[in-house]
C-alpha cells in the first residue's frame, strides 16, 4: 500500500555534501511529520531530523548547522541535505514519515540509505 523510496546516499570524502531524499507511494493519508533517524554500526538509532505539518524543524544536535530537513507537500517527498560531512555521519540513513488515519496513527519506514564518509 505505502512504501518509501528513498535515495541519494552514497560514499563521501570528509566535508563533502549528500542530498537525500524520500517520497511516499501509495494512499499515505493525513501526514504529521516527515523525518530523517540514522544507526551506525553498534549504535542506537537516533533521530537526525524531523519536519512537522506546521512546517516546524529539529535537529540533533551534532547535526544543527550542518544539516537541512526540508519537503515537498505536492509530491510527498521529504528531503535532507547533508553539508560539512563528518566520518561519525556515516550509517544507514531512514526516513519516517507519521500519518494520521481516521481511528489510528500510522508510522511508515523506508528501507535505509547507506551513508559513508572517508576520512
Known amino acids: 500500500q505505502v512504501q518509501l523510496q528513498e535515495s541519494g546516499g552514497g560514499l563521501v570524502q570528509a566535508g563533502g555534501s549528500l542530498r537525500l531524499s524520500c517520497e511516499a507511494l501509495?494512499?499515505?493519508?493525513?501526514?504529521?511529520?516527515m523525518g530523517w533517524h540514522r544507526q551506525a554500526p553498534g549504535k542506537q538509532r537516533e533521530l537526525v531530523a524531523v519536519i512537522s505539518s506546521g512546517d516546524t524543524t529539529s535537529y540533533t544536535d551534532s547535526v544543527k548547522g550542518r544539516f537541512t530537513i526540508s519537503r515537498d507537500n505536492a509530491k510527498n517527498t521529504v528531503y535532507l541535505q547533508m553539508n560539512s560531512l563528518k566520518p561519525e555521519d556515516t550509517a544507514v540513513y531512514y526516513c519516517?514519515?507519521?500519518?494520521?488515519?481516521?481511528?489510528?496513527?500510522?508510522?511508515?519506514w523506508g528501507q535505509g540509505t547507506q551513508v559513508t564518509v572517508s576520512s
Open positions: 501509495g494512499n499515505i493519508g493525513n501526514i504529521k511529520s
Open positions: 519516517n514519515i507519521v500519518a494520521r488515519g481516521v481511528f489510528k496513527q500510522y508510522d511508515y
